[in-house]
């Protein structure tokens, strides 16, 4: 069983960044693909990155290519999403994820078809 934790979000401007973190408990973490969501209110719940189990594979979605990276410490058991040059759009609850596979399935990432999640984050951007 794994059980995950956000942190980080927070009210910013526009232009502003922002660190995520996903603290993870579960020996087995390390070995699953984990990555992260979002949900604007009033819209549905999206993909927003993904990576693989040693940090080797990495997707983004097309709207944050470019302004967010994720990447791993599976030595702490913690994801991190970098937020840079956010805008009022951005503004979601964030969500950690994470499946039981080594490289993320991404058909099932796209649907929001994963097997662990974290009770969010909110990230403001104000414009």
């Known amino acids: 069983q794994v059980q995950l934790v956000e942190s980080g979000g927070a009210l910013v401007q526009a232009g502003d960044s922002l660190r995520l973190s996903c603290a993870a408990s579960?020996?087995?973490?390390?070995?699953?693909?984990m990555g992260w969501f979002r949900q604007a209110p009033g819209k549905e719940r999206e993909f927003v990155a993904a990576?693989?189990?040693?940090?080797?594979?990495?997707k983004y979605a097309d709207s944050v290519k470019g302004r967010f990276t994720m990447s791993r410490d599976n030595a702490k058991n913690t994801g991190t999403l970098q937020l840079d040059s956010l805008q009022p759009e951005d503004t979601a609850v964030y969500y950690c994820?994470?499946?039981?596979?080594?490289?993320?399935?991404?058909?099932?990432?796209?649907?929001?078809?994963?097997?662990?999640w974290g009770q969010g984050t909110q990230v403001t951007v104000s414009s």
């Open positions: 994820a994470a499946e039981q596979t080594p490289v993320p399935t991404l058909s099932s990432w796209y649907l929001g078809r994963v097997d662990y």
């Open positions: 579960g020996r087995t973490f390390s070995t699953y693909a």
């Open positions: 990576i693989s189990w040693r940090g080797g594979t990495k």
